[in-house]
C-alpha cells in the first residue's frame, strides 16, 4: 500500500531565493522537528545525485534515512526517492514552486509514503499523521524559510 499527502503554502520571499533555501536538505530541521540530524553527501552545492543523510524521530523510535535528489530544476521543482529500505518509505517527494506576484512563492510540498513488510500495515498509519500535519508542515515551511531569507 502507498498514498501521498501534500500542503500549499505561500512565501514572502522570492522563487529563486525559496528554491536555494529548501534545495539545501540541511535546512530541513528548521521545519522538520522530526528531522534530529542531517548531512549533506558529497558536501557541495545540491545536484542530481546529491544524498541527504539524516536521523529523525518518527513514533518515538529514531530511523537513519537517505534521500538521494533525483530532479532538480532551478527554480521551479526538486525531486527526491528515499533510498534507504525502512519499513515506510517516501517512494517520491517533491517540492514545486511558482514566482507570484510581489516577489512570493508559492510552494507544494508533497511526500509518496510506501509501506515494505511491516510497513504495509503501518503505512496507513503514517499516512493519517502526515495529512493531519499537512497544512503545519507547510506552515512551519513558510516561517522558517521567510526567517532564514532577509526580506528585500
Given at each position: 500500500?502507498s498514498?501521498?499527502?501534500?500542503a ?13 533555501y529548501?534545495?539545501?536538505?540541511r535546512n530541513?530541521?528548521q ?6 540530524k542531517?548531512e549533506?553527501?558529497?558536501d557541495t552545492p545540491?545536484?542530481v545525485?546529491?544524498?541527504f543523510r ?6 518515538g523510535m529514531k530511523?537513519?534515512?537517505e534521500?538521494?535528489?533525483t530532479?532538480l530544476e ?9 533510498v534507504?529500505?525502512n519499513?515506510v518509505?517516501v ?16 510552494v ?6 510506501e509501506g ?22 507547510g ?7 521567510e ?6
Open positions: 500500500m498514498g501521498q499527502f501534500e500549499t503554502v505561500e512565501v514572502d520571499r522570492p522563487v529563486e531565493e525559496v528554491f536555494a529548501l534545495a539545501d536538505g530541513d530541521p521545519f522538520s522537528p522530526r528531522v534530529l542531517i549533506r553527501i558529497p545540491t545536484a545525485g546529491t544524498v539524516s536521523t529523525v524521530k518518527d513514533a530511523t537513519a534515512r534521500f538521494r535528489i530532479t532551478a527554480p521551479v521543482k526538486i525531486r527526491w526517492a528515499e534507504t529500505k519499513s518509505t517512494r517520491e517527494g517533491g517540492y514545486d514552486l511558482e514566482s507570484l506576484a510581489d516577489g512570493r512563492t508559492r507544494r510540498i508533497f511526500n509518496v509514503l515494505h513488510g511491516l510497513g504495509k500495515l503501518l503505512v496507513g498509519l503514517a499516512l493519517v499523521a502526515a495529512r493531519k500535519d499537512a497544512d503545519g508542515f506552515s512551519r515551511i513558510k516561517s522558517a524559510a526567517a532564514a531569507i532577509s526580506p528585500r
